[in-house]
């Protein structure tokens, strides 16, 4: 909180300097208005929208496909977009690079194996104005031990770790991560976010895609799911989660009536795995009462949805799927588009 | 929509004065590359042992019989040398595009064309290398060069190695990266036959005299050797020069723009 102060006292004392494009503590991190991007017929971004507040941690969470590393080429100026705009801190991408306040972990490459880890940093550091110390940020990235490790006799997670150091040199005000941990090990993507965690407890801005939910469920403030280029859903975890707000049914019936069961109340779906029946249902409670009074159904079981089977529904290609598992939801909780 | 705006404490919005604008050459940057290119075995490889051994192979035999003929072949071996040396930098640019490494740099203030600036100094600094130990390797061997002879040689074949530079960068360019050297590797052989590095001119078959006059090492190699012949330092091999450099120059612009659009 000392900090905060200080910085604010800093901010005064150099009001007479030139800020970038006059930014002030108003403006959003990130700011994408109708953001498209076309390769010839493939719509890779179709219209998104999302306005990124300072000190967020977002998490962009899609399958394969869904637009995330297009979206993220256009916020940090390596592609430029069909149509929209992009803005960071008020700039664009460009020279929010230029000025260091914008940094990004990408998902592979972008090394050189016959550098050590140490002359990674430091050369990279000679290319901003004013970097954090290279032993500062090979510390925050856990990488001192194996400084003066060729890059390419690091592992996965150590050259990721590389990565995330070479994006703290400009101490950026937004951190985009691009499928950080894709490829790692648990432990691997365990420290990887441990040192991650540590850095936005500072207050920096994280955008960051995965197809991890468990990663989206546990580091992201809010999630923003995306599915063929356009978001689909947005909301904290939670609110994912209450999305999907169906109960999953499961019982013991030997020799089951698939059409009797599916006119149960609320039921959208019915299962039959031998003896073992599996309904969703958006009134487990009436399913139940039925299922226990008319049937002989018995070791029943009642689990709810989790955000794994929101992001299955909502990201899901059969449109009716996310129809049924969002319309009822829709005016209750997190927005749905 | 979320409230994590509010509870956690704001970064610091920085001046811009104290982030800085673009960068366009990094001296670091120039340092680490070349320490890195001087490690590289199979580098070395190309620019120590081969010249100097072409140089003992083809000159060796001139050193007591004719002392002009060893200075002659000397020279054409630092230009040799000094080409494969400037090249092979230049054309590292493929390999360092298809890493993404190139990518990488765009997410720093180095602008995309100090990346290239860089590399024509890295180049034209390990250039020195093949050049110094080819003369080092004649002056042991008792060649018999006035200092300015020495000198002229020196910086001749040093300032014309600036074309191969623009050379490697085209083809680093123009080539994806599995088989740039593949591909450079008998193109600079060729061309050195051309320059009548590897033996006079007047041994080839005639097609080849004719098509040499044209060629950029043909210029290079009369540069070079000209403060020992005392001749073919002339304006038309310098605008023979000047113009190879220009086009391999704006050529690489051209595929470097188009690359830095890409996308």
Redesign the interface.
Known sequence: ?S??AD?AG??SE?AG????GG???DTPALHLAGLTKHFGAVKAVDGIDL?V?????VAFLGPNGAGKTSTI?MV?????PTAGTVEVLGLRPYDA?????V??V?Q????????TVA?TV?????????PRGTAEVLGRANLTDIADRRVGLCSGGEQQRLRFA??LL??P?LLVLDEPTTGMDVESRRSFWAAIRQD?G????VVFATHYLDEADAYA??IVLVRHGRIVAEG?PAQLKAMSSGRTVRATLPGADQSRLAGLPGVTSVEVRGDTVILQTRDSDAVLRRLLTETGAHDVEVTSRNLEDAFVALTSDTPDDAAALAAPTASTTG?LR | MSTATTTRPQHPVTPAGSRGGPVLLSPTYVAIDLRRQLRNRRTLIFLVVMPVAFFLAFGGGYRTSDPGAYAYVMASMTVYGAMIATTSVGASTSMERSSGWTRQLRLTPLRPVGYVLGKVVVAVLLGVVPIALVMLTGAVGGAELSTGEWIGVAIASWACSLVFAAFGLFMGYLIPAENVMQFIGPLLAMLSFFGGLFAPLDTLPKAMQDIAPAMPTYAVGMIARSPITHSGFSATHLALLVGWTLAFGIGTAFLFRRDATRG
């Open positions: 909180m900090r905060a910085d800093h901010g150099t300097q030139t800020t970038i930014m002030t503590t306005t507040g300072r000190g967020e941690v080429d940090l100026g390596l592609s430029t690079v230029g000025h260091g306040l940094a990004a990408m592979s490459g972008g090394l050189l194996k016959d550098l002359e430091q050369l990279t550091a000679s290319l901003f104005r004013s070479l994006a400009p101490d005000e936005t500072r207050g920096r801005t403030d809010r904290t927005s």
